[in-house]
C-alpha cells in the first residue's frame, strides 16, 4: 500500500461537462479548467454531512439510531492573482453548473480515482486581509445531485 500527502496529488479540476460522473474522462478533464493551481495547500473542504434518524422507542434507555441522509458542500480557497486569473478568481462566476472534479492520487489517467461533484457555483467571496499571507477567496459549490465519491477516470 502507498500512502500519499495531499500537496502535489491532490487536483482539482471545474467540468463544463461530464457524461457519466462514475467514469469521466480523460478528454472531459482535459476540456475542464485545472483550477489546483490557485488552490491553496489547505484550501479542499468537502464538508461531508451525514444525519442521524433516532429508531430507540419510549422503552428504551439507549439512543439508538441508524443512518438517514448525507450531503457534500464543497469550499475552495483559492490565491488571487494580480495577472490573469482564468482558473481562480475570474473562472468563478456564481450560478455557473459544472462538475467539481479532485483526483486524489496526482494524475488524471486511466484508472485513478476520483471525486465528482455536479455542482453549481457560489460567489467568491474575499478572504480578511492578514500579514504575511497573500491574498485569496474563498468559494462554495452546491451539489446539485448525488455526487460520485469513488469514480474512476476513464
Known amino acids: 500500500m502507498t500512502r500519499k500527502v495531499y500537496e502535489g496529488n491532490y487536483l482539482v479540476y471545474w467540468l463544463t461537462s461530464c ?3 462514475a467514469a469521466p474522462t480523460t478528454a472531459e478533464i482535459a476540456a475542464g479548467k485545472l483550477m489546483g493551481t490557485f488552490v491553496t495547500k489547505d484550501g479542499v473542504a468537502l464538508n461531508i454531512t451525514e444525519n442521524a434518524v433516532d429508531t430507540a422507542s419510549i422503552n428504551d434507555t439507549f439512543d439508538a439510531q441508524i443512518g438517514g ?14 495577472g490573469t486569473e482564468t482558473n481562480g478568481w475570474d473562472l468563478v462566476v456564481k450560478g455557473t453548473n459544472g462538475f467539481l472534479l479532485i483526483a486524489q492520487f496526482g494524475a488524471v489517467t486511466a484508472g485513478q480515482k476520483a471525486i465528482v461533484c455536479p455542482a453549481e457555483m457560489g460567489v467568491g467571496k474575499p478572504v480578511n486581509s492578514a500579514a504575511n499571507t497573500v491574498q485569496k477567496f474563498t468559494v462554495n459549490f452546491f451539489v446539485t445531485s448525488t455526487p460520485n465519491m469513488k469514480a474512476v477516470i476513464a
Open 19 to 21: 457524461a457519466n460522473i
Open 69 to 82: 441522509s448525507w450531503g457534500v458542500k464543497p469550499e475552495l480557497t483559492l490565491m488571487r492573482d494580480s
